[in-house]
């Protein structure tokens, strides 16, 4: 009874400290915003100095997310092309109504306008693109998904034990089943204006739809291994499936540098969040 007593009092005091931490940290935001600016390089550094000694240490450190708290893609997030554009299915005859293509991406421009159609026809991926409804022959951007698998059994213990955390452990298997972006680009005219990350919310919506025919555990990305293309995807929410660029070489025994890496989205986020 005397430790359950000794405990009891701890846990009170405890409250009552991390209760006038909380007030104090409230009055020091609130002073904050009024400092003089003659006095504001000296005195603000003090209170954030204050702050963060008095903020609890539950934040996730800078530059890494937490897993399973990722945002979900709203309607906001998807707001030009759900409100301007409309998707397609990318076909012969949409390519002859519409202007030509281009990306920045010879590769890529090539791929959209030939090589796209023969690949669905041979059932190796389907391309669809978003079309402006102002110009229906002007197509904003475009994107081609096949159906592939996130194979977890030659991975090193500590990456198969991270991808399998997530998992229930009956439901544990060798690979998961994901779809693949395979080819994925934006018309020029419509550059660094958010529509790439548009796009790959709306693949998301797309990949978790109650009436698929199948469900996906997982988007998966053959990356190029530049740094634009591996921080969108980064900033995107994808993960690396190897820690390190010589991790993924040494276990699938290719040559450095690799030409792409490989990433993933688990779509599980868009429920839990």
Same mark, same amino acid.
């Given at each position: 009874?005397?430790?359950?007593?000794?405990?009891?009092?701890?846990?009170?005091?405890? %409250? #009552?400290? =991390?209760?006038?931490? *909380?007030?104090?940290?409230?009055?020091?935001?609130?002073?904050?915003?009024?400092?003089?600016?003659?006095?504001?390089?000296?005195?603000?550094?003090? #209170?954030? #100095?204050? !702050?963060?000694?008095?903020?609890?240490?539950?934040?996730?450190?800078?530059?890494?997310?937490?897993?399973?708290?990722?945002?979900?893609?709203?309607?906001?997030?998807?707001?030009?092309?759900?409100?301007?554009? *409309?998707?397609?299915?990318? &076909?012969?005859? =949409?390519?002859?109504?519409?202007?030509?293509?281009?990306?920045?991406?010879?590769?890529?421009?090539?791929?959209?306008?030939?090589?796209?159609?023969?690949?669905?026809?041979?059932?190796?991926?389907?391309?669809?693109?978003? +079309?402006?409804?102002?110009?229906?022959? *002007?197509?904003?951007?475009?994107?081609?998904?096949?159906?592939? &698998?996130?194979?977890?059994?030659?991975?090193?213990?500590?990456?198969?034990?991270?991808?399998?955390?997530?998992?229930?452990?009956?439901?544990?298997?060798?690979?998961?089943?994901?779809?693949?972006? $395979?080819?994925?680009? +934006?018309?020029?005219?419509?550059?660094?204006?958010?529509? $790439?990350?548009? %796009?790959?919310?709306?693949? !998301?919506?797309?990949?978790?739809?109650?009436?698929? #025919?199948?469900?996906?555990?997982?988007?998966?990305?053959?990356?190029?291994?530049?740094?634009?293309?591996?921080?969108?995807?980064?900033?995107?929410?994808?993960?690396?499936?190897?820690?390190?660029?010589?991790?993924?070489?040494?276990?699938?025994?290719?040559? =450095?540098?690799?030409?792409?890496?490989? %990433?993933?989205?688990?779509?599980?986020? =868009?429920?839990?969040?």
């Amino acid at each position: 009874m005397r430790k359950i007593h000794y405990f009891c009092r701890a846990f009170a005091k405890w %409250m #009552l400290k =991390l209760k006038r931490r *909380t007030k104090l940290w409230q009055h020091l935001s609130d002073q904050s915003r009024f400092l003089p600016v003659k006095r504001q390089s000296a005195s603000s550094r003090w #209170l954030m #100095l204050l !702050k963060r000694i008095l903020t609890p240490r539950i934040a996730v450190s800078p530059g890494r997310k937490r897993e399973g708290y990722l945002r979900k893609p709203s309607s906001d997030s998807m707001a030009f092309l759900l409100d301007s554009c *409309t998707v397609k299915v990318l &076909s012969r005859e =949409l390519l002859s109504s519409c202007k030509p293509f281009h990306c920045g991406d010879t590769d890529l421009d090539e791929f959209f306008a030939q090589d796209a159609v023969p690949n669905h026809e041979a059932l190796l991926g389907k391309s669809y693109c978003f +079309v402006l409804d102002a110009d229906p022959a *002007t197509i904003v951007c475009a994107f081609t998904l096949s159906s592939d &698998s996130v194979h977890v059994d030659h991975l090193p213990n500590a990456r198969k034990k991270k991808i399998n955390s997530r998992i229930a452990h009956p439901k544990q298997k060798r690979r998961y089943p994901a779809i693949l972006i $395979g080819r994925l680009a +934006v018309n020029e005219e419509f550059a660094d204006k958010g529509i $790439g990350s548009e %796009m790959l919310s709306a693949i !998301k919506q797309f990949s978790t739809d109650p009436d698929n #025919l199948a469900d996906c555990r997982f988007l998966a990305v053959d990356a190029k291994n530049e740094e634009k293309p591996l921080h969108y995807y980064e900033k995107n929410d994808f993960r690396y499936l190897y820690s390190s660029e010589e991790q993924e070489a040494e276990n699938l025994d290719l040559p =450095l540098p690799l030409k792409t890496r490989f %990433m993933f989205f688990d779509l599980i986020d =868009l429920k839990k969040s």
